[in-house]
């Protein structure tokens, strides 16, 4: 696997003022043109990108609450951690998450934030009603890639140890036996 340019600008970016969601949620879908895949390879650290796309479904649960759930489709190549041939992996991952927007709560009447032990994730306290939709996606993208891709029926086999010369007190201890 190639390494990610941590600090190269995300080559994916769609910022979404979540004041101006409207009670029954927006979708939004986001597309990687074909000129920007390698710019989203070389983000990843993957050798290419052949297809990506994601779709996310604002819904506002309330003034300062909003459920993010995403569809993500890609194929993206890789070496094959054995071979060192090409493979083309797909990463297909649908996640949600919550959002909190805390900037602008007054503090009277700020509510304290509920969360259920049963809740699989607290949800992602944001400041600024600027949100970039694009920032999930792409970290779910990174974190799906498979680190260690194989070509489809290739096993990694260690190599057979070599067989140890005979010490010279082995050696000795034939000798001793034989008289």
Known sequence: MLTRDEGARAPLEKTVD????????VEIVLEVADAD?????????VEAVQAFSAAVE???????????QARVRAEVVQSCVVTLVPVVTPVRLDFTRELHLVRHLRPEIEAPLQVSPADDDTPEEIEDPRFDVAGPILEEFVLA???????PGVEFAPPEPEPKPESPFAVLAKLKQGQ
Request: aromatic share 12%; no cysteine.
């Open 18 to 25: 979540l004041s101006t969601v409207p009670q029954a949620g």
């Open 37 to 45: 895949h390698a710019k989203l390879a070389q983000w990843a650290g």
């Open 58 to 68: 604002l819904q506002k649960l309330s003034q300062t609450r909003f459920r993010y």
């Open 145 to 151: 890639i498979d680190p260690y891709p194989r070509a």
